[in-house]
């Protein structure tokens, strides 16, 4: 009964975020995936255009392993193993052989002490920060800061919050010292690699401004990063923001839900963190984890990963993406440098945006429009991504299909 009064609220609601450029509109359903031929990668079907197959740059496969027949040997091999779920949470009798082995295998793919996983990457945010911030912490935050560190934020009710703007060290600094003498602590949290822009946080400065006022607070300055568009993507051997800084994070999170093929996300840190975390964070205690087979195949990405042929698949991937970024701006675009995958078009108007993404669809493109409020305004954009799956044929067959 009460849906009476509340659906026509909610209708409203859903015309607002239409009217605005800010509806995500119907979901488009892959129904088959056909595989790569005459020098060009994949490409999808779609449901209810059966007729045409499309290339795909809006996925965040990396390394394209999804469809590796070793990581698909081994979910079935544990799937046979021990069956499609956990059945419990893992305190209880939901923590498998797979598991565990993927959590130590992630913390010494990291150089870390321990590793814990949750059953996504957004999850794994909430199930953190939350349980690092106290009424006496100050959080400071990354304007351009992913939507699952700023729900962290709200969830945890600091006693202060502060955003400093996108990558100005310098006005961090200045927060840190506004703040001496009135928190007993500090998290200071960034992104790793920013999912709309590619761009990566300068990890080593940040730290540097970190360790000047560690002193200055009774518990410390803690950093926070969350890398899930670097691990497997960024950096000579995958290992992200701190590889390519040279520098480190107190607690790293990431996800296994784009490089490494799987659903899922993690945290590594020091052992006591960690123990800490298993012991306090609600979305790991009360939400059942990952299936053993989702475990057991991101282990195998992961070694594929961590070896002579993860390199390769990564030094293609950035070749793939310098050449995209080359053409886009010998076509008169505009786009940010950088070495990620994630090759941003920067359109900066909601309606020219919609234009071309709908463009692209006509020759067969799946690309994605951003506008506010996923990006500020002025800053709509379209979002591609470069897979290992993709081709030099594709890349450049993408970059003809945007010429006017």
């Known amino acids: ?60 496969a990396y390394l394209g392993l999804s469809h590796d027949p070793r990581v698909i040997e081994a979910e079935e091999n544990a799937a046979r193993r021990f069956g499609t779920g956990p059945g419990s949470v893992r305190f209880i009798s939901g923590t498998f052989e797979t598991h565990i082995e993927l959590e130590q295998r992630l913390a010494s793919f990291h150089g870390r002490q321990a590793g814990m996983l949750f059953s996504a990457a957004y999850v794994t945010v909430m199930g953190v920060l939350p349980q690092l911030i106290t009424n006496e912490t100050l959080v400071v935050s990354d304007a351009l800061n992913h939507n699952s560190i700023i729900n962290a934020i709200r969830l945890a009710q600091p006693a202060a919050k502060a955003i400093y703007e996108h990558m100005d060290v310098t006005r961090l600094s200045a927060i840190l010292k506004q703040y001496l003498g009135q928190v007993k602590r500090v998290i200071v949290v960034t992104d790793g690699v920013f999912s709309m822009r590619g761009d990566h946080a300068a990890l080593d400065e940040i730290n540097t401004v970190c360790m000047r006022y560690q002193d200055g607070f009774d518990e410390g300055v803690t950093t926070v990063v969350d890398d899930s568009h670097g691990v497997g993507a960024f950096g000579a051997t995958g290992r992200g923001t701190e590889e390519k800084t040279g520098a480190r994070a107190d607690i790293l999170i990431a996800t296994l839900g784009k490089a490494l093929a799987v659903n899922g996300g993690y945290v590594v840190a020091d052992k006591t963190v960690i123990e800490y975390l298993r012991e306090t964070s609600p979305f790991y205690t009360y939400s059942n984890p990952i299936t053993p087979s989702e475990a057991a195949a991101a282990l195998t990405a992961l070694n594929i990963l961590d070896s002579s042929e993860g390199v390769g698949l990564l030094d293609k991937v950035r070749e793939l993406a310098a050449s995209l970024r080359c053409g886009l701006r010998d076509q008169g675009y505009e786009t940010i440098a950088g070495e990620h995958p994630i090759v941003p078009l920067l359109v900066r108007d909601t309606a020219k945006t919609r234009e071309l993404v709908g463009r692209l669809f006509d020759r067969n493109i799946l690309a994605t429009g951003l506008g506010f409020p996923v990006v500020p305004r002025g800053d709509e954009e379209i979002r591609f991504q470069i897979s290992a799956e993709h081709t030099a044929k594709d890349i450049d067959y993408l970059i003809g299909s945007l010429t006017p």
């Open 1 to 60: 009964m009460a849906l009476i009064k509340l659906e026509p609220l909610l209708a409203a609601k859903l015309d607002q975020l239409a009217a605005t450029g800010a509806s995500k509109r119907e979901e488009r359903v892959i129904t088959d995936r056909q595989p790569p031929r005459d020098g060009f990668g994949p490409r999808y079907l779609l449901r209810g255009h059966w007729d045409r197959a499309f290339l795909r740059m809006n996925a965040n």
